[in-house]
């Protein structure tokens, strides 16, 4: 739903440069900052995935032809900043969850747990796209050294099965690691 | 008409799908010195190939470099929760809820090497396998006992005599060199200088342990971003466990960190737990300890090459029972064997 553009807004931004970004955040931050809270139900959130759109496009320098073509980006980048927020905040509430469980487990500082949540979510967002027993496969095996044999039987498929599913996970992580292909 | 860039993005994703493969078999254990030696040829075929594989070794590499062992323990369980809560409504298979119960409960004693290390320690100068031990005497006489899945680079010029421990543990008692260069051991995290002695350096699940029978050896830690570098010698009879960030207590030298050279495992008031992790250095598949038993106290010397024989021991010594759930695992439990039923 994208207002018309008023003639004196320009056709074009290169978030790049400064002052196109200044213009593309003067014109477009509130609007996006809205559409973020009403996805999340959340302002405050909203307002920090705000700020963190703009600084992505300040690292990675985008050319936005136009006024629609600029709320068309920045609503496709809305949708994949819920999805890491949504990620992450179900992957914090996870580990918080299993700390619980594990009484004995002596409780990491928090910087390492911050460390450990973000590399989760790293390993979640790439295994994102994988059927589960492709993605269990390779988690049991990369995770816990797991012996295929032992993978299979607890996935009730064959040990050439498994094989297949890890070279299946691992050529999905490395078309995402070589930035082949963008994670979900 | 196809553009040179995407003809090298076509030939690169192919070498990532022939990496992916290669790595199923490096995962699976079992790779012959045929195979390992095709998949060598393979990645030095060309700039392409080896740029493949490195893409496959940072993947790796996520899942070990900023997780700990307890933090994997829980990583799947937590993955699991999460994929489930984003599929909401969706029917979840049996498999990965159950799968990743069990992995938090059962406190498993896998060995996992994460593939950056498989390949150097295949690349290293000597290297053992699984449940093996190798003696080896170097050219100034020095002997190096390499205990099991273990690696070790030597690298002996003009000026010095430098040794890098890439993985495992090692047992050395150093030669008289007649032109008397400077003898290190580099490890993970530090480079140790032995004085005529013998000592033995390992690696234990967070950080290094090193015990010395005589002369001594002084530690000098690799230090990180925040903490410097730091000194310690230690004498005959004494041990210390040692990261590059610390150096922790001394405390006696532990006689087994000598006698698995010997090819036993010598438990002097040793935790059922610590001493099926011990065990499961040298030989694979699982070995599992029930909670309920795993502070009973083990005294004795147990052959590290004869399984069978090593868990009959225990069974005799303790209130066990050692059950063969499947042939690559074995569990410890509570209960009497076989003499008397409960």
């Given at each position: 739903m994208a207002a018309a553009p008023r003639s004196a807004e320009p056709a074009a931004y290169h978030t790049g440069c400064r002052d196109s970004l200044g213009e593309l955040y003067h014109h477009h931050q509130p609007w996006l900052q809205q559409l973020l809270s009403h996805r999340l139900g959340c302002s405050e959130s909203a307002a920090d995935l705000a700020q963190d759109a703009f600084v992505r496009l300040l690292k990675t320098p985008r050319h936005l032809d136009s006024f629609e073509g600029a709320r068309a980006y920045l609503s496709r980048m809305a949708k994949g900043l819920c999805v890491d927020h949504w990620r992450r905040q179900d992957i914090e509430r996870a580990w918080q969850q299993a700390l619980a469980a594990s009484a004995e487990v002596h409780l990491p500082s928090a910087?390492?747990?911050?460390?450990v949540i973000e590399t989760l979510c790293e390993i979640d967002r790439m295994l994102a796209r994988l059927p589960e027993k492709v993605a269990s496969a390779f988690l049991a095996s990369q995770l816990h050294g797991k012996p295929y044999r032992q993978i299979a039987e607890e996935l009730g498929v064959s040990e050439r099965m498994v094989k297949k599913y890890m070279a299946q996970a691992m050529l999905q992580c490395a078309l995402i690691e070589a930035g082949f292909e963008a994670s979900l | 008409m196809v553009s040179a860039a995407s003809a090298d993005e076509a030939a690169k994703r192919r070498a990532l799908a022939e990496a992916a493969e290669w790595f199923a078999e490096w995962q699976a254990g079992e790779m012959s010195a045929t195979e390992?030696?095709?998949?060598?040829?393979?990645?030095d075929a060309n700039d392409t190939h080896r740029w493949a594989w490195q893409q496959v070794e940072g993947v790796s590499r996520r899942f070990t470099d900023n997780l700990g062992k307890d933090e994997r323990q829980t990583a799947d369980s937590v993955i699991g929760i999460a994929r489930q809560r984003r599929q909401g409504r969706r029917h979840l298979l049996g498999g990965l809820a159950?799968?990743?119960?069990?992995s938090v409960l059962t406190a498993a004693l896998w060995q996992t090497t994460p593939l950056t290390r498989l390949v150097q320690q295949w690349g290293a100068d000597y290297h053992t396998a699984t449940g093996e031990i190798t003696h080896i005497v170097l050219e100034d006489g020095t002997q190096v006992w390499l205990s099991s899945a273990s690696a070790l680079n030597v690298d002996y010029d003009q000026e010095q005599r430098r040794l890098a421990l890439v993985t495992g543990e090692i047992l050395i008692e150093t030669g008289k060199d007649a032109a008397e260069r400077p003898f290190y051991l580099d490890t993970r995290s530090a480079r140790l200088t032995p004085l005529g002695t013998r000592f033995s350096v390992g690696e234990q699940s967070s950080g290094e342990l090193l015990a010395v029978f005589d002369g001594a050896v002084a530690i000098q830690t690799l230090g990180d971003a925040?903490?410097?570098?730091?000194?310690?010698?230690?004498t005959a009879g004494q041990q210390a466990r040692y990261a590059a960030d610390r150096i922790g207590e001394l405390t006696p030298a532990e006689g087994r960190r000598e006698a698995w050279a010997n090819g036993i495992l010598l438990a002097e008031s040793m935790s059922l737990k610590a001493f099926a992790a011990a065990l499961s250095r040298h030989h694979r598949g699982r070995l599992e300890v029930d909670p309920a038993v795993a502070d009973l106290t083990l005294f004795?010397?147990?052959?590290?090459d004869d399984l069978e024989r090593t868990l009959n021991m225990?069974?005799?010594?303790?209130?066990?029972?050692?059950r063969q759930v499947m042939p690559w695992w074995i569990k410890i439990e509570a209960g009497k064997a076989s003499s008397s039923e409960e």
């Amino acid at each position: 739903m994208a207002a018309a553009p008023r003639s004196a807004e320009p056709a074009a931004y290169h978030t790049g440069c400064r002052d196109s970004l200044g213009e593309l955040y003067h014109h477009h931050q509130p609007w996006l900052q809205q559409l973020l809270s009403h996805r999340l139900g959340c302002s405050e959130s909203a307002a920090d995935l705000a700020q963190d759109a703009f600084v992505r496009l300040l690292k990675t320098p985008r050319h936005l032809d136009s006024f629609e073509g600029a709320r068309a980006y920045l609503s496709r980048m809305a949708k994949g900043l819920c999805v890491d927020h949504w990620r992450r905040q179900d992957i914090e509430r996870a580990w918080q969850q299993a700390l619980a469980a594990s009484a004995e487990v002596h409780l990491p500082s928090a910087e390492q747990q911050q460390i450990v949540i973000e590399t989760l979510c790293e390993i979640d967002r790439m295994l994102a796209r994988l059927p589960e027993k492709v993605a269990s496969a390779f988690l049991a095996s990369q995770l816990h050294g797991k012996p295929y044999r032992q993978i299979a039987e607890e996935l009730g498929v064959s040990e050439r099965m498994v094989k297949k599913y890890m070279a299946q996970a691992m050529l999905q992580c490395a078309l995402i690691e070589a930035g082949f292909e963008a994670s979900l | 008409m196809v553009s040179a860039a995407s003809a090298d993005e076509a030939a690169k994703r192919r070498a990532l799908a022939e990496a992916a493969e290669w790595f199923a078999e490096w995962q699976a254990g079992e790779m012959s010195a045929t195979e390992r030696q095709r998949w060598q040829a393979w990645r030095d075929a060309n700039d392409t190939h080896r740029w493949a594989w490195q893409q496959v070794e940072g993947v790796s590499r996520r899942f070990t470099d900023n997780l700990g062992k307890d933090e994997r323990q829980t990583a799947d369980s937590v993955i699991g929760i999460a994929r489930q809560r984003r599929q909401g409504r969706r029917h979840l298979l049996g498999g990965l809820a159950s799968l990743a119960l069990v992995s938090v409960l059962t406190a498993a004693l896998w060995q996992t090497t994460p593939l950056t290390r498989l390949v150097q320690q295949w690349g290293a100068d000597y290297h053992t396998a699984t449940g093996e031990i190798t003696h080896i005497v170097l050219e100034d006489g020095t002997q190096v006992w390499l205990s099991s899945a273990s690696a070790l680079n030597v690298d002996y010029d003009q000026e010095q005599r430098r040794l890098a421990l890439v993985t495992g543990e090692i047992l050395i008692e150093t030669g008289k060199d007649a032109a008397e260069r400077p003898f290190y051991l580099d490890t993970r995290s530090a480079r140790l200088t032995p004085l005529g002695t013998r000592f033995s350096v390992g690696e234990q699940s967070s950080g290094e342990l090193l015990a010395v029978f005589d002369g001594a050896v002084a530690i000098q830690t690799l230090g990180d971003a925040q903490h410097a570098s730091q000194r310690q010698v230690v004498t005959a009879g004494q041990q210390a466990r040692y990261a590059a960030d610390r150096i922790g207590e001394l405390t006696p030298a532990e006689g087994r960190r000598e006698a698995w050279a010997n090819g036993i495992l010598l438990a002097e008031s040793m935790s059922l737990k610590a001493f099926a992790a011990a065990l499961s250095r040298h030989h694979r598949g699982r070995l599992e300890v029930d909670p309920a038993v795993a502070d009973l106290t083990l005294f004795g010397a147990f052959p590290l090459d004869d399984l069978e024989r090593t868990l009959n021991m225990v069974e005799t010594t303790l209130p066990v029972k050692v059950r063969q759930v499947m042939p690559w695992w074995i569990k410890i439990e509570a209960g009497k064997a076989s003499s008397s039923e409960e």
